[in-house]
Antibody, heavy 126, light 112 residues
Framework: EVQLVESGGGLVKPGGSLTLSCAAS????????MNWVRQAPGKGLEWVSS????????YYADSVKGRFTVSKDNARNSLYLRMDGLRAEDTAVYYC???????????????????WGRGTLVTVSS | DIVMTQSPDSLAVSLGERATISCKSS????????????LAWYQQKPGQPPKLLIY???TRDSGVPDRFSGSASGADFTLTISSLQAEDVAVYYC????????FGQGTKVEVK
């Protein structure tokens, strides 16, 4: 079955750290870029971070730059998000999402997210 | 960053009637290198993750009913549900992927 399963969420104090994982199955993980998207309680979607298929390129939203680190282990079919310096405003459900970039003449364009996990909740509170 | 603005924030439509959601981007999303418009629509039902409905502004994802359609005119985009069904109650988001990704604020669709 083609799926993404997030784990690692929980309750953490402000200033603390947490690492989220996303396990992929049913597709060729190393051909896809991957993303993290979060959703604060009752709010909309916010893109957080992206990593290219071979981990060459990483992108971050300004709101998490310098605090979050994305990584991808193609051998383990897994995506990770290391979150440091957590703040109350980081409280959200974190989704991992698959992205197939289209490349023409060696240039790859950003793309849409065609598969999402069910998410893992991160709560930052004292 | 590219700003995506949806309207309305919510709408109530009778079953079988048309629902129309608008999304405006702060700049063109047409990628001249591939001649494609970098806009997608997602549906999110309560307690579920988002689901891709439409990409390249007007291409339905596999398995999406044909009552869902997307269109584009410059930096203005529209998602239309031609005949609302009870299972279409959800929040709908537009997303641009021309630059690093941004979403609209969402439009909640309910049954009148």
């Amino acid at each position: 079955e083609v799926q993404l399963v997030e784990s690692g969420g929980g309750l953490v104090k402000p200033g603390g750290s947490l690492t989220l994982s996303c396990a992929a199955s049913g597709f060729t993980f190393d051909t896809y870029a991957m993303n993290w998207v979060r959703q604060a309680p009752g709010k909309g979607l916010e893109w957080v971070s992206s990593i290219s298929s071979g981990s060459t390129y990483m992108y971050y939203a300004d709101s998490v730059k310098g605090r979050f680190t994305v990584s991808k282990d193609n051998a383990r079919n897994s995506l990770y998000l290391r979150m440091d310096g957590l703040r109350a405003e980081d409280t959200a459900v974190y989704y991992c999402a698959r992205e197939l970039r289209h490349c023409t003449a060696g240039t790859c364009s950003l793309s849409f997210f065609d598969l999402w996990g069910r998410g893992t909740l991160v709560t930052v509170s004292s | 960053d590219i700003v995506m603005t949806q309207s309305p924030d919510s709408l109530a439509v009778s079953l079988g009637e048309r629902a129309t959601i608008s999304c405006k981007s702060s700049q063109s999303l047409l990628n001249n290198s591939n001649n494609k418009t970098h806009l997608a629509w997602y549906q999110q039902k309560p307690g579920q993750p988002p689901k891709l409905l439409i990409y390249w502004a007007s291409t339905r994802d596999s398995g999406v009913p044909d009552r869902f359609s997307g269109s584009a005119s410059g930096a203005d985009f529209t998602l239309t549900i031609s005949s609302l069904q009870a299972e279409d109650v959800a929040v709908y988001y537009c997303q641009q992927f021309y630059g690093t990704w941004t979403f609209g604020q969402g439009t909640k669709v309910e049954v009148k």
